[in-house]
């Protein structure tokens, strides 16, 4: 995929099939944090385990992506541990790409 120019992304990451292990197997530039690991972030363990998944993936040069963030203490700590990119109802409910454009005019501030 990569010779003919694309990226790869690792969807959904911890849930399902989805695990460290493929990490080693696959050549992914980004990974897509599934949203289970935001349920319960006032637990420490979890909030411990965002932090090294997103440590390890940028020893390994991957992307991270955060999914379904819906509240600012979710916000926080993504931004405390240094994830690249958030995604959910914090911004924005999904849209149709007319009301996308229009959203994304009136809120400029955020690119």
């Known amino acids: 995929m990569h010779e003919m120019g694309f990226l790869c992304s690792l969807d959904d990451f911890g849930a399902g099939y989805s695990s460290l292990g493929l990490l080693m197997e696959f050549d992914v530039d980004v990974i897509k944090l599934d949203r289970r690991f935001f349920y319960h972030i006032e637990n420490s363990k979890t909030r411990e385990l965002i932090g090294s998944i997103i440590q390890i993936s940028k020893k390994l040069g991957i992307q991270v992506v955060a999914e379904g963030i ?19 109802y914090i911004y924005s409910k999904p849209l149709p790409v007319p009301e996308f454009e229009q959203w994304l005019k009136n809120n400029s501030q955020l690119n």
Do not use: A, I
Not at 71 to 80: A, I, R
């Open 70 to 88: 819906e509240t600012e203490e979710q916000l926080d700590l993504l931004k405390s541990v240094g994830c690249d990119l958030v995604q959910g």
